[in-house]
């Protein structure tokens, strides 16, 4: 048998899975008294990579009691390189979780004022090609105009008979979203610290079109990016590869 400090993979995994044990508790404020398998599963609720890994992780937990001796911390069983690494790459996005601003770093927002037309909101959209442009009145962000909402109305105003070049060029962006609030909200705001996972759960739990990221997670907050749920598998892309 070899003690611990002398098995690489051995050695690894140990370490991964500490980290991750820790990272876990640390974030969701759960107490050591309670498994690693225990808090797998009450985290999977509330992390997606931990739910997306939960049936592996918990197989991971009885390995480690196979490759420690409880009481001698002693090696006697070597973990394939296959799960070491799978155990470091979740412990890795669990600890120090990628952010989404860095995930989106290249990428330009394309804003509009408010105070511009919705003829000019039509323009932007089919150059830029984005279904959700930010709205901003001095540098606040007052909301969101979105394409399919938009484009619902456009239909209504047609089947009314009214003259659509004039409301395109006589209608503000601020006043059509005074004169048609959505039903729901359907983006939120979040600061620059959100990580990807955080962002994949907001789109999963709250049916969002797009999540705006300013500086201190404000309206009034600088500006740094902007994620629609278009971008999701992206996003999931990356944490994969991380």
Same mark, same amino acid.
């Not at 989404?100 to 039509?122: F, G, H, M, P």
């Given at each position: ?26 974030q ?17 609720? =509330? ?7 939960? *049936? ?6 009885? =390995?480690?009691n196979a490759?420690?001796?409880?009481? /001698? &911390?002693?090696?006697?069983? &070597? ?8 155990? &470091?790459?979740?412990?890795?996005i669990? /600890?120090?979780?990628? =952010? +989404? ?7 330009? +927002? ?20 984005? /279904? ?6 001095? *540098? ?14 456009i239909?209504? +105003? ?7 070049? *004039? ?35 907001l ?40």
């Amino acid at each position: 048998m070899s003690q611990l400090s002398s098995s690489t993979l051995a050695t690894r995994f140990v370490n991964a899975y500490n980290l991750l044990d820790h990272s876990l508790r640390a974030q969701y404020n759960f107490k050591t008294n309670i498994s690693f398998s225990d808090l797998i599963r009450r985290t999977a609720t =509330l992390n997606q990579v931990i739910r997306l890994y939960e *049936d592996d992780l918990i197989d991971l937990a009885r =390995l480690r009691n196979a490759i420690i001796h409880s009481k /001698s &911390e002693q090696v006697i069983a &070597e973990p394939h390189e296959n799960v070491v690494e799978l155990m &470091e790459k979740v412990a890795r996005i669990i /600890s120090t979780p990628p =952010l +989404v601003v860095e995930a989106i770093k290249s990428t330009n +927002v394309n804003i509009i004022n408010a105070e511009q037309s919705l003829r000019d909101y039509v323009v932007m959209s089919s150059t830029v090609g984005h /279904s959700n442009i930010p709205v901003y009145k001095r *540098d606040m962000l007052i909301g969101v105009l979105q394409r399919h909402s938009f484009l619902g109305h456009i239909g209504y +105003v047609m089947k009314e008979g009214k003259d659509l070049d *004039d409301f395109l060029i006589g209608t503000t962006i601020e006043q059509f979203l005074i004169d048609h609030p959505p039903r729901t909200t359907r983006f939120t705001i979040v600061s620059a610290r959100v990580t990807i996972e955080e962002a994949i759960e907001l789109f999963n739990n709250r049916q969002l079109s797009a999540i705006i990221i300013t500086s201190d997670g404000t309206s009034g907050g600088k500006l740094m990016g902007i994620v629609t749920n278009a971008d999701i598998i992206t996003l999931m892309q990356i944490l994969d590869g991380y």
